[in-house]
């Protein structure tokens, strides 16, 4: 399809609209041109690792997405580039860095420093241009460049209600403390009254524009429109343009999963991959707008921010941490610590460490010597517990956690925390022979789960001023053990009502979550969960083993590169590990991990009976087999069926 005809036929779709029936939709790439030259989202991610953290920071960490299959494809037909290792999120960046520096907070935010005062471009003019005839705006991006081009227009500031920056603005937060910038912050997704208003602004329009906008706020724009009803933008016309320098051209898939979230919800959208200016000009020229100028060249300027090579250290830790690359964070530990004194984040790191190597007998013992009353007695209470779970010491497991739940507040981090472990310890009971029959019993007497509606622990609404961000890490927190503990609970009503899961909703669910917050180790124990859930087809040709061994031995792989021996060899917990480990892998997977003696009989037991069963030869049965065994049960007398 030539140019012209694509951009037309886009076009279109808004020509019997007026401006104040449509709504644009802006992000980062509307800014990237001249005069404004600010950074898209990649280079904006750069910029922060060159500037935070250690030198081989990014590259180590692209490596990490390569191995466990973390990658971004072309989303435009058009586009030859291969698929690459996907940059880490810039917010979980971003995040590091702030809680590197707590007593410099506000010039992390420096780094954005071109952001505040940059001029407006010809996408700006056009956006101005619409606002001035009654349109609306919402954008993703901190910049005010819309608003100073209504000025320069105008000749008078902007409406109050005209332009929404549902991330905030520098004109908001001039420090960037409110800005959505940091993971802490957006993981909790919007507030109500964000909700609503977004809600309000789409309901109102007949047809959004999209204009250099990724698509990809995953936990709040995503989870806002997912939330919505299937019929709640039944009507409303959605115009997207992935921008790209090649031939326009209307892919024939969503290129990004909000896309598919705004058609589930009922809106109709329209996808056209090529350059920006090609379809403003033409929806300019439908509008009465003033023609595009033609753009200048680019001035990029990255701002200086001085960071002390302590600062680098600490922010590199935390980074590693956040991405649970568990093999980096032992290097750091033994070459420079944690970068602070405090012995409970120290104790903390070497516990996710003890944990990941299935050295639990140890670190339950490392746990029961801490102090009962510390401030992190609640973390140790749950990880005593989880080291006899993970043990395969259920029993054990079960009391201590019982106990130790009646001693905390419902609707606390620390609850969630220990309910979820609680509830995996009866989840593993009922898949567990010996005990499933006591865990039905408990399963009969445990509550329903509640509503999955997620309560957010008490703090500023984004209208009442900056969050601190102690508060914003520990709102950030609460969300994580919320989502686990809904998680197993809705494991444990499946399992009540002999029903199996609904895959896509859980553990797939979960991988992608744990995914977008840049949590490897995270995405790769759900789907260790998703395989469990998913059992593999009974193939039990040779073609069907080896898919097995090559899909699990994946799983393998990728744990252990990340420096987690328990999550590698977990894997022969998997249904079907049978078909896949010879017995010397087996008990070599077993004699690794710190299980309990009971629980190592246990396993080998129920390996050894499916692994010999799975390499007995099949009979082929005679034909006539059948028939001899229909007619076994006459009588030799009358040739009746006996009674």
């Not at 808004?14 to 104040?20: C, E, F, G, K, V």
């Not at 957006?186 to 204009?211: K, S």
């Not at 509008?287 to 921010?305: M, N």
Request: net charge positive; glycine share 6%.
């Amino acid at each position: 399809m030539n140019a012209a005809p694509a951009v037309a036929e886009a076009a279109a779709l808004l020509a019997d609209l007026r401006p104040d029936q449509v709504l644009v939709w802006s992000g980062a790439g509307i800014s990237v041109e001249g005069p404004t030259s600010l950074p898209g989202g990649p280079e904006l991610t750069r910029r922060v690792f060159d500037t935070f953290f250690e030198p081989s920071a990014l590259s180590r960490a692209l490596t990490y997405h390569q191995v466990v299959g973390l990658r971004t494809s072309p989303s435009c037909a058009y586009d030859t580039s291969l698929p690459a290792a996907r940059l880490p999120r810039l917010e979980t960046a971003l995040d590091a860095a702030a809680r590197a520096r707590p007593d410099a907070v506000p010039g992390t935010f420096d780094i954005l420093d071109d952001v505040r005062e940059a001029p407006p471009n010809r996408l700006h003019t056009f956006a101005a241009g619409h606002l001035a005839r009654g349109g609306r705006h919402l954008t993703a991006n901190f910049d005010t460049c819309v608003e100073r081009a209504y000025e320069a227009r105008q000749g008078r500031p902007v409406p109050h209600d005209a332009v929404h920056h549902f991330h905030g603005s520098f004109a908001d937060s001039p420090d960037g403390k409110d800005l959505g910038a940091t993971l802490s912050l957006i993981r909790t997704g919007f507030p109500a009254t964000e909700r609503r208003l977004l809600l309000e602004l789409l309901g109102r329009h007949r047809a959004v524009l999209v204009l250099g906008y990724s698509g990809s706020d995953y936990f709040d724009i995503d989870r806002f429109v997912a939330a919505l009803p299937p019929d709640a933008l039944d009507g409303l016309r959605v115009l997207w343009v992935m921008h790209a320098h090649h031939e326009p051209h209307t892919p024939d898939r969503d290129t990004v999963p909000l896309q598919t979230l705004l058609r589930e919800a009922g809106a109709d959208v329209h996808v056209l991959c090529g350059r920006t200016d090609l379809l403003v000009t033409e929806v300019a020229r439908n509008w009465g707008l003033p023609p595009l100028d033609p753009p200048p060249g680019r001035t990029p300027a990255t701002p200086a921010v001085p960071v002390t090579d302590a600062e680098r250290h600490r922010a590199t830790f935390l980074l590693y941490r956040s991405l649970g690359l568990h093999r980096e964070v032992r290097r750091l530990l033994d070459a420079h610590g944690t970068g602070t004194d405090d012995p409970v984040e120290l104790r903390a790191v070497r516990s996710e460490l003890l944990w990941e190597d299935g050295a639990w007998n140890t670190l339950r013992r490392t746990w029961w010597h801490a102090p009962a009353d510390g401030s992190d007695r609640h973390v140790r209470a749950e990880r005593i517990g989880a080291c006899l779970w993970a043990q395969g010491r259920l029993l054990p497991a079960w009391l201590w956690l019982r106990r130790q739940r009646r001693h905390v507040c419902d609707g606390t981090e620390e609850a969630y925390a220990l309910e979820e472990t609680l509830n995996r310890v009866v989840e593993h009971m009922h898949r567990t022979p010996d005990l499933r029959p006591l865990a039905r019993r408990l399963l009969a007497r445990m509550p329903a789960p509640p509503d999955a509606s997620m309560p957010v622990p008490d703090g500023p609404d984004s209208a009442d001023g900056p969050e601190e961000p102690r508060l914003a890490e520990d709102r950030a927190r609460f969300v994580a053990a919320f989502r686990a503990l809904q998680d197993v609970r809705d494991s444990l009503e499946a399992l009540r009502g002999g029903t199996p899961r609904a895959d896509e909703t859980h553990a797939d669910a979960s991988t992608t979550w744990f995914q977008e917050t840049g949590d490897l180790q995270g995405m790769l124990s759900y789907r260790h969960r998703a395989l469990r859930d998913r059992p593999p087809t009974a193939d039990d040709s040779p073609s069907g083993d080896r898919a097995l061994r090559e899909r699990y031995e994946r799983l393998i792989a990728a744990n252990l590169f990340l420096g987690s021996r328990a999550g590698a060899w977990r894997t022969a917990l998997l249904p079907g590990a049978y078909r896949m480990f010879r017995i010397h892998e087996y008990l070599f997977a077993l004699a690794t991990l710190q299980y309990g003696w009971w629980h190592r009989f246990r396993l080998c037991a129920w390996y050894l009976a499916r692994r010999v069963r799975h390499r007995l030869p099949r009979r082929t049965p005679h034909p006539a087999a059948g028939k001899r065994r229909a007619g076994a049960d006459r009588s030799p007398r009358t040739g009746r069926r006996a009674r």
